[in-house]
């Protein structure tokens, strides 16, 4: 053991001398500052060179492995994937365009609000027929769309609405004896009036500026509701240029009839049903697109037989029908502002014949040029017994027509074609003639009484609603069908 001591004591230095030149080398490689003088730091310096040299030898190795990986093909498969936009961020990228587009077809929702506002234009032209013939329309002088939505507050707001009445030629010339309290009783109709008009407005214009802003209608819907809105708002002026006809100055003259003009009553009644008819009609478009497109093999099985040749007389007439009908309420317009039903209160005859004597119907009364040019027109606008006689026929020769299509869509190939909806819109246009028919007989025998009155007022709109529903049920619009035969081809790929 004593000989073995002494060559453990060489190989410890000979490793000793090689640890320490080794350290030494890798002393020299690192740059000397002024901090490193001192020879208690050399370990740390030691420590620091061999952690840069295992970092540099990893990066180039991560370099080396994406250099490989990026010039292999599968390494540019990755790099255009990471490239390209995530799965979500493209679906919301097509969320956003979509919601930025307006659709093919209008949202269900706004058929119904569409039909509901038709209902509120339906009974707001039936109570307009009970403020006319309850002699409130002119009770309100002034036309103040804003402040005129609230009625008098006070004592001192009553006298004076009052006193704008009483210079007005209704009163002096019909109502003179009129007190306070009855004045509050047609003021208050007038007034609901108006202010059922601006709730048609309010409750149409800006739930269809939402619609739009939303794009939950289509393009044409988008201009259907902005034609309505419109409308409502022409409405409203035509109303108060009506009842302005009938303050006028020189109806205060011996003989006159403190009235609005039968032309401008006119006009008011035709555009409250055009307005009607348009909301109807667009809602229920738009329902009968969403029944279509759910079963689109079953809705093209259904334009075919719509479209079948031995049906375009039938829907020809169920179309000059609803024209016919629209004419007859018009003509019931001017009837109404001349108070013509108050006249030859019989049927059929007027008087002792079937027509008034030529005499009375085509009176130069009338005329106001010298040459007698215009006598035609005005006796048939202007004279209340040609006016009624007018209506007589209209209203006659409507009610024929209806029969005389059901007759015909009892008949033959018509028979056999005709859709079986169709059909029953036919048979229930039959029972709504039928009742306006016997409604309007009715007032005019018992000399316009008030609830037979707006019960025949109300059957007109009934009438128009049924023509204008057997009408639709014939006719598919070009675009529908062109959804439907695009979904048919989704369908069958």
Same mark, same amino acid.
């Given at each position: ?61 991560? /370099?080396?492995? /994406? ?34 587009? %307006? ?75 009129? /007190? ?45 509701? %902005? ?6 708002? %022409? ?46 009609? $667009?809602?229920? $478009? ?78 130069? %009364? ?67 003639? /039928? ?59």
């Amino acid at each position: 053991m004593a000989s073995l001591v002494p060559g453990l004591r060489r190989m410890a230095w000979k490793a000793s001398s090689r640890s320490l030149a080794c350290n030494q080398s890798l002393l020299r490689q690192v740059p000397r500052n002024s901090s490193s003088s001192c020879c208690c730091s050399t370990p740390s310096h030691i420590v620091n060179v061999v952690r840069s040299r295992a970092y540099a030898t990893e990066t180039t190795t991560q /370099t080396t492995t /994406t250099t490989t990986t990026t010039t292999s093909p599968l390494g540019k498969l990755a790099k255009e994937m990471s490239a390209r936009p995530s799965y979500h961020a493209e679906t919301e990228a097509i969320a956003a365009a979509k919601s930025r587009s %307006f659709p093919k077809t209008s949202s269900k929702g706004v058929a119904y609000w569409l039909l509901g506002s038709a209902v509120s234009v339906f009974g707001i032209v039936v109570f307009g027929g009970l403020t006319r013939m309850t002699e409130s329309g002119l009770s309100i002088t002034e036309w103040r769309p804003v402040t005129g939505s609230l009625p008098p507050m006070s004592q001192e707001d009553w006298d004076s609405e009052f006193d704008k009445y009483r210079a007005s030629p209704e009163f002096k010339l019909l109502n003179p004896h009129m /007190t306070l309290s009855e004045f509050k009783k047609i003021y208050y109709m007038e007034w609901a009036h108006r202010l059922w008009g601006r709730v048609i407005g309010v409750t149409f214009v800006l739930p269809a500026v939402y619609f739009v802003a939303r794009r939950r209608v289509s393009p044409k819907m988008a201009l259907n509701l %902005f034609g309505i809105s419109a409308l409502i708002g %022409f409405q409203g002026f035509i109303g108060w240029w009506m009842v302005k006809s009938g303050l006028k100055d020189d109806l205060f003259a011996p003989g006159s009839h403190p009235r609005v003009s039968q032309y401008r009553l006119t006009t008011h009644l035709g555009t409250a049903f055009i307005c009607y008819a348009w909301m109807l009609m $667009s809602g229920i $478009s738009i329902l009968r697109a969403h029944r279509l497109l759910a079963d689109p093999k079953a809705a093209m099985t259904a334009i075919k037989a719509i479209q079948n040749p031995a049906l375009n007389v039938f829907r020809r007439s169920a179309f000059g029908i609803s024209a016919l009908v629209f004419i007859t309420a018009m003509s019931g317009g001017l009837v109404a502002g001349l108070d013509a039903g108050l006249i030859y209160n019989e049927f059929p005859k007027m008087g002792a014949g079937l027509v008034p004597p030529r005499s009375e119907i085509w009176n130069k %009364f009338y005329a106001r040029r010298e040459d007698g040019s215009d006598l035609w027109w005005r006796n048939m606008l202007e004279n209340p017994s040609t006016v009624q006689m007018d209506h007589r026929i209209l209203a006659i020769s409507t009610f024929c027509a209806v029969l005389a299509l059901f007759a015909y869509s009892r008949s033959g190939r018509v028979a056999a074609a005709l859709p079986l909806n169709a059909r029953k819109g036919a048979t229930g246009l039959v029972h709504l003639v /039928t009742l306006q028919a016997a409604l309007g007989i009715s007032t005019l025998i018992y000399m316009v009484p008030l609830p037979l009155a707006a019960a025949h007022q109300a059957g007109s709109l009934a009438v128009l609603t049924g023509a204008l529903v057997l009408a639709h049920r014939l006719h598919v619009p070009r675009p529908t069908v062109r959804l439907i035969q695009k979904k048919l081809k989704q369908l069958q790929h």
